[in-house]
């Protein structure tokens, strides 16, 4: 099973404005299916909260800063992304929500799979037990 990490990306100086970029398979570990973003949250609310079966997913800070709290069923690890030029790769079966949005923050997540209800768990005592499943 794969593991959560920081993913560094690459970073083009230039005195007009910096560039950063990812594309597929070569900075992350998969193929991007989907992509959607998170931005207006209100003070003191938390997205996500679910888990997916199937999905990995590649979380990036576009603007502003958050933190997203991963847990997998015995273990919770939180990480800040606040930078674009760097996310976090989130495998499946990983229970995340993603809380504490600054003010104007953007949320830029890619999905390695399209979007599909049946992939979502939504429940943590649900996730758990899917997640030993899966461990069997």
Same mark, same amino acid.
Not at 42 to 55: D, L, T, V
Not at 101 to 118: G, K, Q, R
Not at 125 to 136: D, M, P, S, Y
């Given at each position: !099973?794969?593991?959560?990490?920081?993913?560094? &990306?690459?970073?083009?100086l230039?005195?007009?404005?910096?560039?950063?970029?990812? @594309?597929?398979?070569?900075?992350?570990?998969?193929?991007? $299916?989907?992509?959607?973003?998170?931005?207006?949250?209100?003070?003191?609310?938390?997205?996500?909260?679910?888990?997916?079966?199937?999905?990995?997913?590649?979380?990036?800070? &576009?603007?502003?800063?958050?933190?997203?709290?991963?847990?997998?069923?015995?273990?919770? !690890?939180?990480?800040?992304?606040?930078?674009?030029?760097?996310?976090?790769?989130?495998?499946?079966? &990983?229970?995340?929500?993603?809380?504490n949005?600054?003010?104007?923050?953007?949320?830029?997540?890619?999905?390695?799979?399209?979007?599909?209800? +049946?992939?979502?768990?939504?429940?943590f @005592?649900?996730?758990?037990?899917?997640?030993?499943? +899966?461990? $069997?």
């Open positions: !099973m794969f593991n959560p990490k920081i993913i560094n &990306l690459p970073k083009i230039d005195p007009r404005g910096n560039l950063s970029f990812f @594309e597929n398979s070569n900075q992350i570990p998969f193929d991007i $299916k989907r992509t959607y973003w998170i931005y207006d949250v209100p003070g003191g609310e938390i997205r996500g909260s679910h888990a997916f079966k199937n999905s990995h997913e590649f979380i990036i800070a &576009l603007s502003g800063s958050f933190d997203v709290v991963l847990n997998d069923g015995e273990n919770e !690890m939180k990480y800040s992304l606040n930078r674009s030029y760097y996310g976090l790769y989130v495998p499946n079966l &990983l229970w995340r929500s993603i809380e949005f600054s003010t104007n923050s953007c949320a830029l997540i890619v999905s390695s799979i399209p979007y599909d209800v +049946a992939d979502y768990v939504r429940d @005592e649900e996730f758990k037990i899917v997640r030993n499943e +899966a461990k $069997k």
